[in-house]
């Protein structure tokens, strides 16, 4: 009777422990959940794991949560604990599920890849590599850069975006400043896909670089 007690007695100390330790999960949890709304994600499930001991759990009831501001959606990272003057900073792992891309059937390099290359499927998404890609839209019209395998998460560093301009290609070149704009033609120097820079010999000789526009024409500021 005295052991059935002592080990009652010990449960008993236990309990306000245990309920701190879910408080403080629950308010992460509502934390990240209320960021993945601001942010325009969707997580289907989303599991909090708090590593650092309770010992340097913030010393306040309701602490204010903040992130460095290029922190990562899911996977380990450091989240600041306020309490008034106090910061104490917690390392937590986020379990994100959730819809990623994977390819549908085999895709070989240099391949411009479509619909029915790609599929959505659901699993753990602080597991996949980096840059994964979310939805069809990332790569609509991309080229893939290597061969890629049937159920194989896809990532943005496995495609690229189309060519808008090709290197001995023509092209019209438009130079603006204040109150003025200047068209002129030239040739592509090298390819580059839409908003990335390209060098033109214009047709007087001189070389100039702008941006590729949407419509493949280049754009220099002046």
Known sequence: MRGLFCLLAGLCGLLPILASANDLTAQLTQFFTTRYGESGLRADTLTVVVKTPQSQWPA???????????????????????????????????????????AARPVRRGTPLTGDDIKLQQ???????ARTVMTAAEVT????????????????????KPWRVKAGQNVTVTASGEGFAITSEGRAMNNATAAQRVRVRMNNGQIVNGEVGVDGNIL???
């Open 123 to 129: 699993g753990r998404l602080d597991t996949l590599p």
């Open 220 to 222: 220099i500021s002046l």
């Open 141 to 160: 019209d991309a080229v893939a850069l290597r061969d890629i395998m049937p159920g194989q998460p896809v990532s943005l560093m496995m495609v690229r």
């Open 60 to 102: 306040c009831d309701n602490p204010q949560f903040s992130l460095p501001g290029n922190s990562r959606m899911w996977g380990n990272m450091s989240v600041a604990a306020n309490c008034d003057q106090n910061r104490r900073y917690l390392q937590v792992q986020l379990q994100v599920t959730g819809e990623y891309i994977v």
